[in-house]
Structures are given as C-alpha cells and as structure tokens.
C-alpha cells in the first residue's frame, strides 16, 4: 500500500545492483510513493548487475559515476538536476567495497593499498558526493541523504575485516557533514545499521550464512529483510522525519539491544535458570 511520502520529490539513488539489492528495493518503493529519481552506479558495477531493467520499471535515467571521482559526481548532480527539473530531495548511499574482504585476507594481514581503496569507495564516497551537492547547492533544504552501513562499525565481527573500520569512518562522516549541512541548509544526514541481508554483496562475506541465522535467532522480530529497510528509508526521506539528522539508525529487528535469546542458549544447551 502506497501513501504518497514521496509524492513530488527527486531523488538519486546509488548501488542498485539487481533485485536482491536493497537499493533496488529502495527504488521500487520510492517510485511506488510518488518519487522522481535517478539510479546511478560505477561503470564497471552497471556492467555485473541488471540497472537497465530496474529503470524501465521505475521510469528512471541512468547517469553512470565512479564515486570516488569527483567529475563524475559533478556532472551527476548537475545532469540529475537537468533530468529531474530541479534540485534533489533525497540521496541514498549504498555503495560498499572491500578487497581485503574479496581476497579473503586477513584483517590483522590486510593489504593497505586495498585497504585504503575500500574506504575511499565506501566511506571517502560520501563526503565527496555531500562536498559536491553542496557546492553546487544541488539539494534542496530539508532535503534527506541516508547511507547504509552495519553494526560491525560499533562492535567486533571477526569476518567483517577492514569493512568494520571503514563502516564506522562513514557513520563519522554523516554525523560530521550532517552539523554543516544541517546548519548551512536544513539538509539531514543519517546512516541506516540493516540487519544481515541477503544481497549479492552480503552473501559474498565468509561465513555469512551462519551469522544470519544466528541473529535471526537473537533478535525478538527476526532480521529485517530488503525490502522492510527499503520503505524505513522512504520514511527517512520523508517530510516526517524532518528533524532527524546525524543518526545511526538501527533497523534489525531489536538485534543491537539483545544480549542473549533464549533460542541462541537452547542450541548451546544452557538451561534456563530459575
């Protein structure tokens, strides 16, 4: 069921890599609530995934930028402004990337040249596309810019290597960039801690099968799937929650604030104590 938050608004959306992304579901519910947008991914990205199909459905142009490049990122805020009429009210980073994590290195062997490419294309990404609207004054007050990130930016997930250091850099940046931004222009900026999803990206991290289902089992409403973060993104880029900026939202399903679940100790054999 449709509500219309979006009715009137101009979004770009990053990273929608193929129907199991959530960016793409981030689309499809932005389109069903009225909301213009372009999608936008790097070049090579575009080649792996199925963008072409996603843009059909939702009526959207595709505008190809290498994130990490700061040309790209100008001519896509100045080209989306041209395509969409106007300034953008919503941006959604969901762009992430580790070598490290490709190569199955080892966090405490990583490899920094790689090391340094992950947080340039995962964390580094956002300043410069918030450095770029901003000069260009490409996003219109109130506007919302929510970028995905993961619980691993505050707690220890062995598996996560250098993704966790560069995760929690990215939180850093919207809380940062979001005082400026939200001082100079109204515009919020907050980061969304999804539950383990079942991406492409996701399911590509050693190990992660295992751990989605055991915080299934921790957290009370289970994990929280794509396309449930797809509409709590919506709501962030929304007139009704204007006055949320430079947060770390968590959207798992009360994962963060359990400890333990009765489950998890049933499978472990711990009796419960009286």
């Known amino acids: 069921m449709a509500y219309n938050l979006l009715k009137g608004k101009r979004g770009i959306i990053t990273g929608a890599l193929d ?10 519910k932005a389109h069903e609530e009225g909301a213009t947008f372009v999608l936008t991914n790097a070049p090579i990205a575009m080649r792996m995934g199925e963008i072409k199909v996603l843009a059909e459905k939702t009526g959207s142009e595709i505008i190809p930028a290498d994130a990490t490049n700061v040309d790209d990122l100008t001519n896509l805020f100045t080209k989306s402004q041209e395509v969409l009429g106007g300034k953008i009210d919503f941006v959604l980073h969901s762009i992430g990337m580790s070598v490290n994590i490709r190569k199955k290195i080892p966090y405490t062997e990583s490899n ?121 993104c919506v709501t962030l880029f929304s007139d009704l929650t204007k006055m949320v900026t430079m947060q770390n939202l968590f959207h798992d399903g009360g994962y963060s604030s359990t400890g333990i679940s009765m489950d998890v100790m049933e499978r472990l054999g711990v009796e419960e104590q009286s």
């Open 112 to 232: 920094y040249d790689y090391f340094m490419k992950g947080i340039d294309v995962s964390a580094m990404s956002l300043h410069k596309m918030l450095s770029v609207a901003r000069k260009l004054d490409a996003i219109n007050e109130w506007g919302s810019v929510v970028a995905l990130t993961y619980m691993a930016a505050q707690r220890t997930y062995p598996f996560y290597t250098d993704m966790a250091d560069i995760k929690a850099m990215l939180e850093s940046i919207a809380r940062s960039f979001g005082y400026h931004y939200g001082v100079e222009k109204k515009v919020r900026i907050n980061t969304v801690s999804q539950s383990p999803t079942k991406t492409t990206a996701g399911s590509g991290i050693k190990g992660f099968g295992d751990f989605f289902d055991f915080a299934n089992a921790i957290a009370p409403l289970g994990n929280a799937d794509a396309e449930s973060c797809a509409n709590y």
């Open 19 to 28: 129907e199991n992304s959530i960016a793409w579901k981030v689309a499809e």
